[in-house]
């Protein structure tokens, strides 16, 4: 019987404590088995690392590290790539939790789709209390979304699980340089080694409000055409700057 493909998945901490266990536990409990969670403590002050501990001791494919100095989410995320063993790899928030089939049906998705590097899903916003507060309208089609790829607007990078193997080795690496659109950015940048789709499926529960994205579009405006510089010099992205911007352009 041929092996299963492993699914890391990778998981930020940082004062989490109350939302992390939910978090973790949903993660543990996907229908699909053969994973790993990769989570770093980045120096929480709370009692997020002694959460983690408890909780490995109840399930070994969590791996958990703590950091002797708070060095921020770039770098631990950079971290944590480094670490991951699977083929297949997706990024979790703390305050976040997955619907159960979430992992299982998008590897499917990619196994039987090869031409598609990374898929998402719809998301089910939620406020903090976990009541629903809204749900995305993310386009399916690779062409709608690589015209403007950005995270919380036609994609939530939460949601996403990337065909690791299938990209150089250094690909997925954040960079500071690229705040507050760092996630946007490995988007784009893992967009020239294949397409880009969301299953029409809710499958990812995020707890944000989605009309605060629009909202750092507008606020970040210069560090957006930024981007959009740096991806056409970089990673040949061909998009128009009108397209790139239709998300503003449509709120006017």
Not at 13 to 26: E, Y
Not at 148 to 171: A, R, T, W, Y
Not at 225 to 239: A, C, G, N
Request: aromatic fraction near 10%; proline fraction near 4%; charged fraction near 25%.
């Amino acid at each position: 019987m041929k092996e299963q493909p492993l699914i890391t998945v990778i998981l930020p901490v940082r004062n989490s404590a109350s939302n992390l266990g939910g978090c973790v536990s949903s993660i543990l409990n996907q229908s699909y088995k053969n994973i790993e969670i990769i989570a770093t403590d980045d120096f929480s002050f709370d009692k997020s690392y002694s959460i983690l501990r408890n909780l490995k001791k109840k399930d070994k494919r969590l791996r958990i590290y703590r950091n002797v100095k708070n060095y921020g989410l770039v770098v631990t995320l950079n971290r944590m790539i480094k670490k991951a063993k699977g083929d297949f790899i997706t990024f979790m928030d703390t305050d976040d939790f997955l619907s159960p089939n979430r992992l299982k049906k998008q590897l499917n998705f990619l196994l039987n789709n090869p031409e598609v590097i990374a898929v998402g899903a719809q998301c089910t916003f939620i406020d903090e209390q976990g009541k629903k507060i809204g749900r995305s309208d993310f386009p399916s089609e690779n062409d709608l979304i690589y015209r403007n790829p950005l995270h919380g607007i036609s994609m939530q990078f939460e949601s996403v699980l990337i065909n690791k193997k299938s990209l150089p080795k250094d690909v997925l690496r954040f960079h500071i340089s690229s705040n507050p659109f760092i996630y946007s950015d490995i988007l784009i940048k893992i967009s020239s080694y294949g397409k880009l789709s969301n299953l029409n499926q809710f499958l990812h529960y995020h707890r944000n409000n989605p009309k605060i994205y629009l909202s750092d579009v507008k606020r970040n405006i210069i560090s957006l055409f930024k981007l959009w510089i740096k991806s056409r010099e970089l990673y040949d992205y061909q998009t128009s700057l009108r397209a790139f911007f239709s998300p503003l352009i449509r709120s006017i």
